[in-house]
């Protein structure tokens, strides 16, 4: 499973207002670091994870197989 957490987490992009009229929500503006987390929840429990910084890209994700999960 893969979850990643950031201060615009719970920012919404599209949002309703009333007909003609556009909507608005004030929220707090960070440019910040995103965390990301990949694990590998088994019957015997967590035995493999990862934790980068930014979003997993095809080679973060193939080096976590090829180096964590392959060798369990």
């Known amino acids: 499973d893969e979850t990643s957490k ?3 987490t719970l920012g919404r992009i599209n949002g309703r207002s009333l007909k003609g009229t556009h909507a608005v929500k ?3 503006f960070v440019r910040g670091h ?3 987390g990949l694990g590998l929840l088994t019957i015997d429990g967590m035995v493999a994870i990862s934790i980068v910084e930014g979003s997993f890209t095809a080679a973060t994700f193939k080096t976590f197989i090829e180096e ?3 060798s369990v």
């Open 6 to 8: 950031d201060e615009r």
């Open 68 to 70: 964590d999960v392959a």
């Open 34 to 36: 995103r965390l990301s």
């Open 26 to 28: 004030k929220q707090v």
